[in-house]
């Protein structure tokens, strides 16, 4: 019985159509200053190979506004720029679709700049997908917020290249420290060893010496005994 359902099961799931899908991204929320360009990311992440009838879409919300515009498509392998919206003569398409690339650059910004674009790709057969939105906000000079996020950033990555330069610098030292410990140790090793045969050759001379002043008193005395023996007899 568990051997058919498992079959039937099989038959089933071959039978219904596989969804296809994409991942839409576009990145953090960009800043920017009056007068100034800005380069809007997307792409997508997708199990097929980049299709040639991939295609990118751009729509636009202002601040305080309900409703959105298209602003940029891409297909068929041409990009096209709304000719009536508000970047018209300002939008460029500077992505690469074979690299799943699909991002814009806006030149020339002002505060009625500010809003959400929204970006959505297909690449055919996988087409069911959430578009990615990015905030856009122009300034006249940079945002206080910004520039300690910026500067949070820039401190972190200086932090860890010190790190890794002082653990690097500190490897180095106990590298050459233990090499130097061993070869003062065996140096050490050398000069007792050196010490202990020239010791035993310092004392080989110094015994016999000992031994040949030893003897020669000995025979000093034994003399001096018969002389005195040989004298008393000469008297009697």
Same mark, same amino acid.
């Given at each position: 019985?568990?051997?058919?359902?498992?079959?039937?099961?099989?038959? %089933?799931?071959?039978?219904v159509?596989?969804?296809?899908?994409?991942?839409?991204?576009?990145?953090?929320?960009r800043?920017?200053?009056?007068?100034?360009e800005?380069?809007?990311?997307?792409s997508?992440?997708?199990?097929?190979?980049?299709?040639?009838?991939?295609?990118?879409?751009w729509?636009y919300?202002?601040?305080?506004?309900?409703?959105?515009?298209?602003v940029?498509?891409?297909t068929?392998?041409?990009?096209y720029?709304?000719?009536?919206?508000p970047?018209?003569?300002?939008?460029?398409?500077i992505?690469?679709?074979?690299?799943r690339?699909?991002?814009?650059?806006?030149?020339?910004?002002?505060?009625?700049d500010?809003?959400?674009?929204?970006?959505?790709?297909?690449?055919p057969?996988?087409i069911?997908?959430?578009?990615s939105?990015?905030? %856009?906000?122009?300034?006249?000079?940079?945002?206080i917020?910004?520039?300690?996020?910026?500067?949070?950033i820039?401190?972190?990555?200086l932090? %860890?290249?010190?790190?890794v330069?002082?653990?690097?610098?500190l490897?180095?030292?106990?590298?050459?420290r233990?090499?130097?410990?061993?070869?003062?140790?065996?140096?050490?090793?050398?000069?007792?060893?050196?010490?202990?045969?020239?010791?035993?050759?310092?004392?080989?001379?110094?015994?016999?010496a000992?031994?040949?002043?030893?003897?020669?008193?000995?025979?000093?005395?034994?003399?001096?005994?018969?002389k005195?023996?040989?004298?008393r007899?000469d008297?009697?």
């Open positions: 019985m568990l051997g058919f359902l498992a079959i039937a099961s099989i038959a %089933l799931l071959g039978l159509p596989q969804s296809q899908a994409i991942v839409v991204y576009t990145g953090w929320d800043h920017a200053l009056v007068g100034s800005v380069r809007l990311y997307c997508f992440f997708s199990w097929r190979w980049t299709s040639e009838d991939v295609t990118f879409s729509s919300r202002s601040d305080g506004s309900r409703d959105s515009i298209s940029f498509h891409y068929g392998g041409m990009p720029v709304d000719n009536k919206g970047f018209r003569d300002r939008l460029e398409f992505g690469n679709p074979r690299r690339d699909g991002s814009i650059l806006i030149r020339n910004l002002d505060y009625s500010n809003g959400t674009f929204t970006c959505d790709a297909k690449n057969p996988d069911v997908g959430r578009p939105s990015v905030r %856009l906000m122009v300034y006249d000079k940079v945002p917020r910004a520039g300690v996020i910026t500067g949070a820039i401190g972190s990555v932090g %860890l290249l010190i790190l330069v002082a653990i690097y610098y490897m180095r030292f106990l590298v050459a233990r090499v130097f410990n061993i070869s003062v140790s065996k140096l050490d090793k050398g000069k007792k060893g050196k010490g202990k045969e020239g010791s035993q050759q310092r004392q080989g001379p110094v015994l016999y000992t031994l040949d002043q030893s003897s020669k008193l000995l025979k000093g005395v034994g003399s001096d005994k018969k005195s023996g040989d004298s007899k008297k009697k």
